[in-house]
């Protein structure tokens, strides 16, 4: 027969696995919109409204117990007028980089050689409850053979 002490260890032990494992869970969830509190803005570019700015951040790299890792690029856009409100577009690796090429205030195009691309957003918008009819800026991911080719139709 179960001791009532028996019981209650038990049910603790299933309260703190429930526990460890919803942690671990949420731990595990895709890359989010927070930006790091560390890396190297590498350049940006101005829309040509002056209503946005996209560029590419390096993060500071948390040196995985010495492995090799490949360079993470991030490229974010941000408001600059109405909500200043920032999101990640785009996380590359195993790319020699990006480039950044406007093609309108409304249409961003992100270029890169090589990548192992990892997430992507092809819409960025600013509506808010003052600006409601914000219209989406366009993002485009394009495949060229120089970096230097971007924003050339």
Known sequence: ?????????????????????GAGLLGCTGPSDVKPTKGVEKYSKLAPDGERKAYVLIPESSGYLGATVSTVYQVWIQDLHHTKDEKL??????????????SGPLELQICYVKAEITGFRNFFTVATQDF???PNVEVLLKKVAKLDECGIP
């Open 1 to 21: 027969m179960v001791s009532v002490r028996m019981l209650q260890v038990r049910r603790w032990v299933k309260m703190y696995l429930v526990a460890l494992i």
């Open 89 to 102: 577009l785009m996380t590359a690796s195993e790319t020699s980089g990006v480039s950044l090429a406007w």
């Open 132 to 134: 409601p009819d914000a």
